[in-house]
């Protein structure tokens, strides 16, 4: 394996990388040319950036990984005038931007206006951006969802389970791009350790006109940027936050920058009593721990070259929530999962129209399931395991209207699974099945892909086209190629902007165990579904839609949208556990529609609504998963509601600036119900269940009933300096404490009941 690791590390070596953010460069003089250090605001209201930079004694000042967009640029210099300009960041490409400022006139009067960051025209699809003051103010999350959280406030996201995301009805295939690097495996807390908010900068969430660039898990693409202050000296932010569940949680993070170089140091740790979400309402068994530790180190070698190297150790242990039933056997089952990555990333500026950059990534997780003799009606023990070498590249050149981007990727997986179960009550399960099972394999998952793209920029027009090609193998051997293709045409009479997008997806199926969902040893526990190597999905998504300024303060997005898949991907679980199998329907169409209203900053008011109308239909038959007992009768025909099929969603939170220090919000949550199959009646429910869990099911027309939640938060700056800040945050949510079934007999997705009402309390310094 070690000359395989360094034969895809020599292969990549002279190839390129780069993200969807770029780089502004500055340098500040006066009059006569000579530089001045400076105090300098950047923001942008189309994607919510905000921050506050002070150049070097040079008179220089880097903003780094700026996610596409407008920005306006302002100093308030003693003894100069105001300056106030906009900028527009498009491009990999750093921006070189000078500024020489200008001596005050008497009667000088300048009107700063940043109304034209408010809507970017030269976006070719919809981007959902979520920026630096919406995540430092968001709602309180209970340890391991914050990140979570924050997508699925935007419209066309839900949860299903235990907080896993789900785009536009699509079921493990979303990817998190951290830095430019893409992890393509579930990243919900039942999972593995999730990244929580206090690291993150900002965030760049695609559901269409993806570039060509990203493939393989192509239902949502989460891109964020983790914090970090290159101002010079020493900087940090510690993070205490407390609430209801006995959560608890504790962030620190520091560095310190000089010359060149720049070192970081971040590390957390949580715990809480409710993880997961609960299968009934008493919320039994259900603590959770998690931990992080994260150093990092930068430096700019020359003017044009640049490292970055990161080492990150992730932690999260777990128990599994139990049933009335189970609880009352005594059944413990509990998961952990232990993770370690190491990145590195070198970026080369040949000239101000080429640059190229190059990322390696090398990971290893583990996975563990333990469950103790009592548990019921089946005990499982998983130790899975996954080694992982990433590399990436690109190389960026601009030539008058076009911006050129290719490169390669290369991911290289390799698998470990070991499985066993022992059924301890064979009442739900078959006469045949057997009463115990283990199952050891191992194998390499090797993923290479290919894309070029082009930016086209033609007055009010822009064009994003690409090609991408991608190549698969492990228990198959599969190839494609697909074409992309998003178009824009901005009318500035009307501050209107319309968009359409064509997108041919590959995707690549989950890899959690995978080898055994596939194998023969699956057949013969269960010979009646089809046990076939999951295919990969394939693909068209279109979509179209218009984004619309208002008054110069409201913007408003809204988007229709149609998918089309063969071989659906989606997976199937044992019980409630947190132990799922990949599986793929025939086809499913999707389809629906997304609005939201942005309100950046008008008189104090801030915030935001969006809404979101979702149908979704899978045909059968399905391949792959680990169907036991009652879950083993699948259909071989026909066709049935989506599991993630939320006909309306609605997301909203509205924040006042009380006074310069003090800010209140409100915000609602109204989800319709998801649909439901269950074979069993109101008492076998009652039994299982509860009263209450009983009451939020709709029989009748086959869904939960609808939940309606409201939440409320309060802010303070309890103190400011020019060296340190503080600010303390009270959040409450569910204030209406409805009880909130998620899932409920799910034959794919089991039960899941959301919190409660819950109160988090967060104090946050910056030094």
């Given at each position: 394996?070690?000359?395989?690791?360094?034969?895809?590390?020599l292969?990549?070596?002279?190839?390129?990388?780069?993200?969807?953010s770029?780089e502004?460069?500055?340098?500040?003089?006066?009059p006569?040319g000579?530089?001045?250090?400076a105090?300098?605001?950047?923001?942008s209201?189309?994607?919510g950036y905000s921050?506050?930079l002070?150049?070097t004694?040079l008179?220089?000042?880097?903003v780094?990984?700026?996610?596409f967009?407008?920005?306006?640029?302002q100093?308030?210099q003693?003894?100069f005038?105001?300056?106030?300009?906009?900028v527009?960041?498009?491009?990999?490409l750093?921006?070189?931007?000078?500024?020489q400022?200008?001596?005050?006139?008497?009667n000088?009067?300048?009107?700063?206006?940043?109304?034209?960051t408010?809507?970017?025209p030269?976006?070719?699809?919809s981007?959902s951006?979520v920026?630096?003051d919406?995540?430092?103010?968001r709602l309180?999350?209970?340890?391991?969802?914050?990140l979570?959280?924050l997508?699925n406030?935007?419209?066309?996201?839900?949860y299903e389970?235990?907080?896993?995301l789900?785009?536009?009805?699509?079921?493990?295939?979303?990817?998190?791009?951290?830095?430019?690097?893409p992890?393509?495996?579930n990243r919900?807390?039942?999972?593995?350790?999730?990244m929580?908010?206090?690291?993150?900068?900002?965030?760049?969430?695609?559901?269409?006109?993806f570039?060509?660039?990203?493939?393989?898990?192509?239902?949502?693409?989460?891109e964020?940027n983790?914090?970090?202050?290159t101002q010079?000296?020493?900087h940090?932010e510690?993070v205490l936050s407390g609430?209801?569940f006995?959560s608890?949680g504790?962030?620190?993070?520091?560095?310190?920058?000089?010359g060149?170089?720049s070192?970081?140091?971040s590390a957390?740790?949580?715990m809480?009593?409710?993880?997961l979400?609960?299968?009934?309402?008493?919320?039994?068994?259900?603590?959770?721990?998690?931990g992080?530790?994260?150093?990092?180190?930068?430096r700019d070698l020359t003017?044009?070259?640049?490292i970055?190297?990161?080492l990150?150790?992730e932690?999260?242990r777990y128990?599994?929530?139990?049933e009335?039933?189970?609880?009352?056997?005594?059944q413990?089952q509990?998961?952990?999962?232990i993770e370690?990555?190491g990145?590195a990333?070198?970026?080369?500026?040949?000239s101000?129209?080429a640059?190229a950059d190059?990322?390696?990534m090398?990971?290893?997780?583990?996975?563990?399931?333990?469950s103790?003799?009592e548990?019921?009606?089946?005990?499982v023990l998983?130790?899975?395991r996954?080694r992982?070498?990433?590399?990436?590249?690109?190389?960026?050149l601009d030539h008058?209207?076009?911006?050129?981007?290719?490169?390669?990727?290369?991911?290289?997986?390799?698998?470990h699974?070991?499985?066993?179960?022992?059924?301890?009550?064979?009442t739900p399960?078959?006469?045949?099945t057997p009463?115990?099972?283990?199952?050891l394999?191992?194998r390499p998952?090797?993923?290479?892909?290919?894309?070029?793209?082009d930016l086209i920029?033609?007055?009010?027009?822009?064009?994003?086209?690409g090609?991408?090609?991608?190549?698969?193998?492990?228990l198959?051997?599969r190839?494609?190629v697909?074409p992309?293709f998003?178009i824009?045409?901005y009318?500035p009479?009307a501050?209107?902007v319309?968009?359409?997008s064509?997108?041919r997806?590959?995707?690549t199926p989950?890899?959690e165990?995978?080898?055994?969902?596939s194998?023969t040893?699956?057949?013969?526990?269960?010979?009646i579904s089809?046990?076939?190597?999951v295919e990969?999905?394939q693909?068209?998504?279109?979509?179209v839609?218009?984004?619309k300024?208002?008054?110069?303060?409201?913007?408003v997005?809204?988007?229709y949208?149609?998918?089309?898949?063969?071989n659906?991907a989606d997976d199937d679980?044992i019980?409630?556990?947190?132990?799922?199998?990949?599986?793929?329907f025939r086809?499913?169409?999707?389809?629906?529609?997304e609005?939201?209203v942005?309100?950046?900053?008008?008189?104090?008011f801030?915030?935001?609504?969006?809404y979101s109308?979702?149908?979704?239909n899978?045909w059968?038959p399905?391949t792959g998963g680990?169907?036991?007992g009652?879950?083993?009768m699948?259909?071989?025909?026909g066709?049935f509601?989506?599991?993630?099929?939320?006909r309306?969603?609605?997301?909203?939170r509205?924040?006042?600036q009380?006074t310069?220090?003090f800010?209140?919000?409100g915000?609602?949550q109204f989800?319709?119900?998801?649909?439901?199959e269950?074979?069993?009646?109101?008492?076998t429910v009652?039994?299982?269940y509860?009263?209450a869990?009983?009451n939020?099911?709709n029989?009748a027309?086959?869904?939960i009933?609808?939940?309606?939640?409201?939440?409320a938060?309060?802010?303070?700056?309890?103190?400011r300096?020019?060296?340190?800040?503080m600010?303390?945050q009270?959040d409450?949510?569910?204030?209406?404490?409805?009880?909130n079934?998620?899932?409920?007999g799910g034959?794919f997705s089991g039960?899941?009941i959301?919190?409660?009402?819950?109160?988090?309390?967060?104090?946050?310094?910056?030094?």
């Amino acid at each position: 394996m070690r000359r395989l690791l360094t034969l895809f590390f020599l292969c990549a070596w002279p190839v390129f990388c780069q993200t969807n953010s770029g780089e502004l460069r500055l340098k500040v003089t006066d009059p006569s040319g000579l530089v001045v250090k400076a105090v300098i605001h950047v923001t942008s209201q189309a994607n919510g950036y905000s921050s506050v930079l002070a150049t070097t004694d040079l008179g220089t000042l880097d903003v780094r990984r700026l996610p596409f967009g407008i920005y306006q640029v302002q100093i308030d210099q003693p003894g100069f005038a105001l300056f106030a300009e906009s900028v527009e960041i498009h491009s990999a490409l750093p921006v070189e931007y000078s500024v020489q400022l200008k001596l005050p006139t008497f009667n000088q009067s300048v009107t700063v206006n940043a109304d034209n960051t408010l809507i970017d025209p030269d976006q070719a699809g919809s981007v959902s951006q979520v920026g630096t003051d919406f995540i430092q103010n968001r709602l309180g999350s209970v340890p391991g969802r914050s990140l979570q959280d924050l997508v699925n406030s935007q419209p066309g996201w839900l949860y299903e389970g235990n907080a896993v995301l789900h785009p536009r009805g699509s079921e493990y295939q979303t990817q998190v791009v951290v830095d430019g690097i893409p992890l393509t495996d579930n990243r919900s807390p039942s999972f593995g350790p999730a990244m929580e908010g206090d690291d993150i900068e900002s965030l760049s969430i695609f559901t269409a006109g993806f570039p060509a660039e990203y493939g393989r898990k192509m239902g949502g693409v989460v891109e964020l940027n983790t914090l970090q202050d290159t101002q010079p000296g020493f900087h940090g932010e510690a993070v205490l936050s407390g609430g209801s569940f006995d959560s608890a949680g504790a962030f620190l993070k520091a560095q310190y920058s000089w010359g060149a170089n720049s070192v970081g140091v971040s590390a957390g740790g949580s715990m809480t009593d409710h993880y997961l979400n609960p299968v009934v309402p008493e919320n039994y068994s259900n603590t959770g721990t998690l931990g992080d530790f994260s150093v990092n180190y930068e430096r700019d070698l020359t003017p044009h070259d640049r490292i970055r190297l990161i080492l990150t150790r992730e932690l999260s242990r777990y128990d599994i929530p139990n049933e009335l039933v189970q609880q009352t056997a005594g059944q413990r089952q509990n998961a952990d999962n232990i993770e370690t990555i190491g990145t590195a990333s070198y970026e080369h500026t040949f000239s101000p129209s080429a640059v190229a950059d190059f990322r390696g990534m090398v990971r290893d997780n583990a996975n563990d399931f333990y469950s103790n003799p009592e548990s019921t009606p089946i005990e499982v023990l998983q130790h899975n395991r996954f080694r992982e070498g990433y590399f990436k590249g690109t190389v960026t050149l601009d030539h008058g209207r076009n911006e050129w981007k290719f490169g390669v990727e290369s991911d290289n997986i390799f698998l470990h699974e070991d499985f066993n179960y022992n059924i301890t009550d064979p009442t739900p399960f078959d006469a045949g099945t057997p009463l115990t099972f283990s199952f050891l394999a191992s194998r390499p998952d090797l993923e290479q892909s290919a894309f070029i793209q082009d930016l086209i920029h033609l007055g009010n027009w822009t064009i994003n086209a690409g090609l991408r090609w991608d190549h698969y193998q492990l228990l198959l051997n599969r190839q494609a190629v697909q074409p992309r293709f998003a178009i824009s045409r901005y009318f500035p009479s009307a501050g209107v902007v319309l968009h359409f997008s064509y997108d041919r997806i590959f995707q690549t199926p989950s890899f959690e165990n995978i080898l055994l969902s596939s194998s023969t040893a699956a057949t013969t526990l269960d010979p009646i579904s089809l046990q076939l190597p999951v295919e990969p999905s394939q693909g068209n998504y279109y979509e179209v839609g218009l984004t619309k300024t208002f008054f110069g303060h409201f913007k408003v997005d809204t988007n229709y949208f149609r998918r089309l898949v063969s071989n659906y991907a989606d997976d199937d679980q044992i019980d409630n556990t947190s132990i799922s199998f990949p599986i793929a329907f025939r086809k499913a169409i999707l389809y629906g529609a997304e609005a939201k209203v942005d309100l950046p900053d008008w008189h104090r008011f801030s915030g935001f609504v969006s809404y979101s109308y979702i149908v979704g239909n899978a045909w059968n038959p399905v391949t792959g998963g680990l169907f036991l007992g009652d879950n083993a009768m699948i259909p071989l025909t026909g066709h049935f509601p989506d599991s993630q099929d939320q006909r309306n969603t609605v997301r909203g939170r509205l924040r006042y600036q009380l006074t310069r220090r003090f800010w209140i919000a409100g915000g609602v949550q109204f989800d319709s119900g998801l649909p439901f199959e269950f074979d069993g009646d109101a008492a076998t429910v009652l039994a299982e269940y509860g009263q209450a869990v009983l009451n939020r099911i709709n029989f009748a027309r086959g869904r939960i009933y609808p939940a309606f939640q409201a939440n409320a938060s309060a802010g303070a700056h309890i103190y400011r300096s020019d060296k340190m800040s503080m600010r303390l945050q009270f959040d409450g949510q569910n204030l209406n404490n409805v009880l909130n079934v998620i899932d409920f007999g799910g034959l794919f997705s089991g039960n899941a009941i959301g919190p409660s009402r819950s109160f988090d309390l967060r104090l946050t310094t910056n030094f």
